[in-house]
């Protein structure tokens, strides 16, 4: 049974930085795409960065140059690294997980697995 668990959350001022992570089980995260996606209230889910099996990652424009996303395969665990946050980054932060390890979209429908998401806030 796949799971995910997200942690790393919380609040931060401007300019600051937070590291995502997302424990994974039932499951090899290097054999499945995973990604980081996030929703704020009254918005829609938005794909931030998302790695492949290949490793290959792709980000959101709003997050490119700030945001890293990678995996650490032998704790299974996907992470985000957030630098130079800012208020719109304000959101409810999920980790989501396809079996098509080759899959490399920001979509939120292309993920089959999802955590139940960590909070990020950053204040002015």
């Known amino acids: 049974q796949v799971q995910l668990v997200e942690s790393g959350g919380g609040s931060v001022q401007s300019g600051g930085s937070l590291r995502l992570s997302c424990a994974a089980s039932?499951?090899?995260?290097?054999?499945?795409?995973m990604g980081w996606f996030r929703q704020a209230p009254g918005k829609e889910r938005e794909g931030v960065a998302t790695?492949?099996?290949?490793?290959?990652?792709s980000y959101a424009d709003s997050v490119r140059g700030r945001f890293t996303i990678s995996r650490d395969n032998a704790k299974n665990t996907l992470y985000l690294q957030m630098n130079s946050l800012n208020p719109e980054d304000t959101a409810m932060y999920y980790c989501?997980?396809?079996?098509?390890?080759?899959?490399?979209?920001?979509?939120?429908?292309?993920?089959?697995?999802w955590g139940q998401g960590t909070q990020v806030t950053v204040s002015s």
């Open positions: 989501a997980a396809h079996p098509r390890g080759w899959l490399l979209s920001l979509s939120p429908s292309s993920y089959n697995y």
């Open positions: 039932g499951y090899t995260i290097s054999s499945y795409a």
């Open positions: 790695i492949n099996s290949h490793g290959i990652t």
